[in-house]
């Protein structure tokens, strides 16, 4: 890189860095501060707000590797995180494909996929809760009445019904996101593509798979990896329908991580945790920013 032309384009857009710079400090002040006091957190030994405070180096790091617990936290989140990014995917492309289409109402069915969005996460968690409910909850309700189940189950209290009740509710709650960003894809693409294809007489699927799917691969990458981050960061759902439990079947990173920081109060491990969960999204990014970077 030519340093005396990158000075002389700074020089010239001095303006433009000036008003950048506002917002540059304030990134700086609520995500780098942090990160670097967590980072060199994750070095100490640091138990109940500084009771004992020793440098330790990479040995946080070193019992986690050596911790089987760890490595099926790390498989449990990695399996939460792409099954759900997945669902979100596949029924927010069918969504929008839907809605896409000219029908009576159009309009309001696009502003009914809208409310688990706009619905704070905790309060659609504990919504969530009283539906997976085994002696009031609506879903029981209706498997008992169509006689699926001859008896209330308590989706919560299993370890694995209580995984994918979770799972369920994420799904929920980042699928207008989803469709709405397809949808939006969707409209950019040219009309004029699918009418030569009609004219060449192109099957309903051909479309899809040779007009469609292309034109949507660059934004079905970006929505797929804010996905990504937000699913795997995500705390409030699982926090408020399961706490993690039960038997830790839904302990993902995240909430290994509150855990260790305000439960057990080991903020130099729970900074451990955190920087591993950091590192495991940076390099998610990695690979996503590869691809999109092909597709251009």
């Given at each position: 890189?030519?340093?005396?032309?990158?000075?002389?384009?700074?020089k010239?857009?001095?303006?433009?860095y000036?008003?950048?710079?506002?917002?540059?400090v304030?990134?700086?002040?609520?995500?780098?501060?942090?990160?670097?006091?967590?980072?060199?957190?994750?070095?100490y030994?640091d138990?109940?707000?500084?009771?004992?405070?020793?440098f330790?180096?990479?040995?946080?790091?070193?019992?986690?590797?050596?911790?089987?617990?760890f490595?099926e936290?790390?498989?449990?989140t990695?399996?939460?995180?792409?099954?759900?990014?997945?669902?979100?995917?596949?029924?927010g492309?069918?969504?929008?494909?839907?809605l896409?289409?000219?029908?009576?109402?159009?309009?309001?069915?696009?502003?009914l996929?809208l409310p688990?969005?706009?619905?704070?996460?905790?309060?659609?968690?504990?919504?969530?809760t009283?539906?997976?409910?085994?002696?009031?909850?609506?879903?029981?309700?209706?498997?008992?009445?169509i006689?699926?189940?001859?008896?209330?189950?308590?989706m919560?209290a299993?370890?694995?019904?209580?995984?994918?009740?979770c799972?369920?509710?994420?799904v929920?709650v980042?699928?207008?996101?989803m469709?709405?960003?397809?949808?939006a894809g969707?409209?950019?693409?040219?009309?004029?593509?699918?009418e030569?294809?009609?004219?060449?007489?192109a099957?309903?699927?051909?479309k899809?798979?040779?007009?469609?799917?292309?034109?949507l691969?660059?934004?079905?990458?970006?929505a797929?990896l804010?996905?990504?981050?937000?699913?795997?960061?995500?705390?409030d759902?699982?926090?408020?329908q399961?706490g993690?439990?039960?038997?830790?079947a839904t302990?993902t990173l995240?909430?290994e991580?509150y855990k260790?920081?305000?439960?057990?109060f080991?903020?130099?491990?729970?900074?451990?945790?955190?920087?591993?969960a950091?590192m495991?999204?940076?390099f998610?990014?990695?690979?996503?920013?590869r691809?999109?970077?092909?597709?251009?």
């Amino acid at each position: 890189m030519d340093l005396k032309k990158t000075l002389k384009e700074i020089k010239f857009n001095k303006a433009a860095y000036l008003y950048l710079l506002p917002a540059l400090v304030f990134l700086l002040a609520v995500i780098g501060y942090p990160l670097i006091v967590t980072i060199k957190l994750s070095f100490y030994r640091d138990i109940g707000f500084g009771a004992i405070h020793d440098f330790v180096g990479f040995a946080n790091y070193l019992t986690l590797i050596k911790d089987p617990e760890f490595w099926e936290i790390l498989r449990r989140t990695l399996i939460w995180t792409v099954s759900s990014v997945v669902l979100k995917t596949f029924l927010g492309l069918v969504g929008a494909l839907l809605l896409n289409q000219q029908f009576v109402g159009r309009g309001l069915f696009r502003a009914l996929i809208l409310p688990p969005w706009i619905i704070p996460l905790p309060i659609g968690a504990y919504v969530w809760t009283w539906l997976y409910n085994g002696q009031y909850g609506l879903i029981n309700g209706i498997l008992l009445k169509i006689g699926i189940i001859d008896k209330p189950f308590e989706m919560l209290a299993y370890p694995l019904s209580a995984f994918i009740g979770c799972i369920i509710n994420d799904v929920w709650v980042g699928l207008p996101f989803m469709t709405l960003v397809i949808l939006a894809g969707l409209q950019a693409i040219p009309n004029e593509l699918y009418e030569a294809a009609r004219v060449d007489g192109a099957q309903v699927w051909q479309k899809f798979w040779y007009i469609t799917l292309p034109q949507l691969k660059t934004i079905l990458l970006i929505a797929t990896l804010l996905s990504t981050v937000w699913t795997f960061n995500s705390f409030d759902i699982i926090w408020v329908q399961t706490g993690g439990g039960p038997l830790s079947a839904t302990t993902t990173l995240v909430i290994e991580t509150y855990k260790t920081a305000f439960g057990r109060f080991d903020f130099g491990m729970a900074s451990a945790l955190a920087v591993i969960a950091f590192m495991v999204l940076i390099f998610a990014s990695i690979i996503y920013s590869r691809f999109i970077l092909l597709e251009e």
